[in-house]
């Protein structure tokens, strides 16, 4: 069994959507960026890909069925939880450090290599279509928060988003375009819990039945757990600061309460990984190991992170419809580029979900409680 990716019939959807940019990046990036980071990696994290290319019928990518191998994706109005982040994070750290011992090691060929992926959402040629697509979802998240403001809780961080809303596309762009050097690795670019794939292990483990045993007692159960992963869906790699795939993972896979008590483990276990993946890179290299120690340390990780936080803000709000949506009520994607030659009107008619508006205004209580609106991307 296999999977074949062809470019969707609607020649305007195709047009509107910038698909065929899309389609060209993912396979350039199965032919020239997967080989190059598996060539620094012990086990390879995307599926095996057999062809990339083109055809009589135009432009295919053949892959392996990962379900032909027992991986599976998780539920994605749920939200991740911890075992199955601490797996991501990890694998998003071999991968990062494939890429920074390709940089070290064979800086030539990496920056070659890195030319023949483009960006396709904020670069010049996408900028009016993706720009329309954030400023309206930021609208419609909005128009959501007054609905759920019953309160007053939500004033404020309503007053802030409200600043933000024609600012925020362009601030991301320049620093998604503009990365420092240093910090900046081949980026998966949509990390998001329908672009993963596990595979699990059944695990006994003990848990207290209150009820049962009025908490003084534990039974023995049997939980999954995850035992690997794979991130596939390459179209949008991009050579940028490491931690716009972190917070895009995090924000758009996981939900507050896993945010709030964690957040600062998974970037330990993600600093962690790395700096044990460099080690095997490096090992006949103290000096240089020592030296990407310390550039990619786990306090310059985690102030890079929040230096960037508001884009988590911005890729929630702009994915969390996808994420919560109502399978039952799908918009026509293609009846919309239909009746749209342009980006500036494009609004999706899809039924926005009480999952929607309960997460979204978790998402702004998080952002305005913790004082992520004060850092820097927000200043004039």
Same mark, same amino acid.
């Given at each position: ?64 069925d990962l379900k032909e191998e027992g991986f599976r994706m998780q539920n994605r109005i749920k939200g991740l ?60 998240? @909005? +128009? *959501? %928060? !007054?609905?759920?403001? $019953?309160?007053?809780?939500? &004033? /404020? ?131 240089? @190991? +020592? *030296? %990407? !120690?310390?550039?990619? $340390?786990?306090?310059?990780? &985690? /102030? ?77």
């Open positions: 069994s296999i999977i074949i990716k062809r470019q969707i019939p609607s020649l305007s959807r195709r047009q509107l959507y910038r698909c065929d940019e899309a389609f060209c990046n993912e396979i350039n990036a199965y032919n020239h960026i997967v080989p190059l980071l598996d060539r620094y990696m012990p086990d390879t994290i995307f599926p095996k890909c057999f062809y990339a290319g083109h055809d009589g019928k135009g432009e295919i990518i053949v892959l392996e939880e911890l075992n199955h982040c601490e797996i991501v994070m990890k694998q998003l750290a071999k991968l990062h450090a494939a890429s920074i011992a390709a940089k070290q090691l064979d800086n030539e060929m990496f920056r070659d290599k890195c030319k023949q992926v483009r960006e396709i959402v904020y670069c010049k040629e996408a900028e009016e279509f993706y720009r329309n697509i954030l400023e309206t979802s930021i609208e419609e998240s @909005l +128009d *959501s %928060l !007054r609905t759920s403001n $019953s309160d007053g809780c939500l &004033t /404020e961080p309503i007053k802030l988003i409200e600043k933000l809303q024609y600012k925020l596309f362009g601030k991301i762009q320049n620093s998604i375009s503009n990365p420092t050097d240093h910090m900046s690795v081949m980026c998966h670019g949509d990390l998001w819990v329908n672009n993963i794939m596990f595979t699990t292990t059944n695990a006994d483990c003990k848990e207290f039945d209150e009820e049962a045993y009025n908490g003084t007692n534990a039974i023995n159960t049997t939980k999954s757990l995850p035992r690997d992963v794979r991130f596939f869906d390459l179209q949008a790699m991009r050579y940028t600061s490491l931690v716009f795939d972190i917070l895009h993972f995090i924000y758009t896979s996981t939900k507050r309460d896993l945010r709030d008590a964690y957040t600062k483990h998974l970037l330990e276990t993600y600093s962690v990984e790395l700096s044990a993946t460099l080690e095997k890179q490096f090992i006949h290299s103290i000096r240089d @190991l +020592d *030296s %990407l !120690r310390n550039t990619y $340390s786990l306090h310059n990780i &985690t /102030e890079e992170y929040y230096k960037h936080v508001l884009y988590g803000l911005a890729v929630c709000m702009w994915i969390l419809p996808a994420v919560t949506f109502d399978p039952n009520n799908i918009p026509n994607l293609d009846a919309i580029s239909e009746m749209n030659s342009s980006a500036k009107k494009i609004k999706c008619t899809q039924k926005l979900t009480p999952e929607y508006h309960s997460r979204l205004k978790d998402l702004a209580l998080e952002f305005y409680q913790n004082g992520y609106f004060n850092l820097s991307l927000i200043e004039d």
